[in-house]
């Protein structure tokens, strides 16, 4: 027999039911669903909408905490030991001002929400103005054409070395002017100077090259090509007659008199150029000078020609030395003639068996034993 009280009468499954004084629900037989004494079951709370507004709760929860765990992350950054970093503000409602500077080699700083660092190299670097493809900031053959004083198009290689500066400053006024800007490559694609050595490389060559470019000129064209190039004057027109260049006559000279004036004007005009002192501790090399493929050409050719001219001169000298040795010989043979006998024996070829310089005389050596 089930377990209730009257006041909770229960089915025959033994499901407890709430009391209906009014009899409002119909009975198990079809009874009316009105009068006195009826059973009714307790309604169920709807589940559906919370639950489906939990589940979403949990998911934007989920959601917002990956956000922030990665905008926690990447609010600190670090630099290597060859760069240096200049941190601008970030997110969507902050400006976008410099915030820091991160210098070399430092240990994890804290940079804040979505800011972004724009890292520099700071230790030396090299420009290279090269005919090797493999060694100049260019690909492929990369020399400066200048002209010289009198209109010779020579060519330059060289090598710049400088550093970025590291005074935080300056550094702040540089990403400024230069740092918020793409530069285009020799590829056609577009790159800030930050990052990684493709942008840096074409900063350097958008910006920095004309520079060098325009203090090679100036001073290469204060010179004449036979004052850099002792060859040229082999192949230039002149009112004198054209004679062998003395090698290295006076052009090693020019050469560094061209070196030192281009790193005493250098870092000024770069200073001048870029708007402050941003670039430093520049110090240019000049590798070598070279001449146009049609003039060193013409000079080779004339070089053969002059080489030409001095084994002809050294034959008839050593001729003309001949000569005198065999009158020299001659007077003293006159005065000995019995030297010249002994000369004429020592001069018979081991393979002559008889020697008959006359009629009546022969010398015949004995057959060997």
Known sequence: MADHTPDEPADGHGARHGWDPFGSQSGPSGAPPFGPGRLVRAPRPARGPFVRTAAIGLVLTLVAGVVLL??????????????VAVVRNGGPLDNHKIRQVIQ??????????????HKYPA????????????????????????????????????????????????????DDA?????????????????????????????IVRPVISNDLREEIGSFRCSELQASCALVQNSGASATAPQPGQQSNLN???????????????????????????????????????????????????????????????????????????????????ACATIDTLKAIPPNVTTFAPGSGFAITPPPPK
């Open 178 to 206: 230069y740092g918020t800007r793409k530069y285009r490559g020799l590829d056609g694609s577009y790159r800030f100077p930050w990052g990684d050595d493709e942008g840096w490389s074409d900063f350097l060559d958008q």
């Open 104 to 117: 070399p080699a430092s240990g994890l700083t804290w940079t804040g929400l979505w800011s972004s660092s």
């Open 255 to 337: 050469i560094a008199k061209i070196q030192d004036s281009i790193n005493a004007s250098l870092a000024k005009d770069l200073e001048s150029t870029l708007g402050g002192p941003y670039i430093v501790g520049v110090r240019f090399n000049l590798a070598k000078i070279t001449l146009p493929k049609e003039l060193q050409d013409a000079i080779n050719k004339a070089q053969a020609a002059f080489a030409a001219v001095t084994e002809a001169q050294a034959r008839v000298a050593q001729a003309k030395a001949d000569a005198d040795a065999n009158a020299q010989r001659q007077r003293g043979y006159a005065s000995c003639p």
């Open 70 to 83: 990665t905008a926690l992350t990447s609010a600190f950054d670090r630099t290597q030991g060859g760069e």
């Open 123 to 174: 230790q030396q670097r090299f420009y290279t103005i090269t005919a090797d493809a493999s060694r100049g900031e260019r690909s492929g053959v990369d020399v400066e054409n200048v002209p010289t004083e009198d209109g010779v198009e020579v060519g330059v290689e060289a090598t710049i070395y400088f550093n970025l500066t590291t005074d935080e400053k300056q550094l702040r006024a540089f």
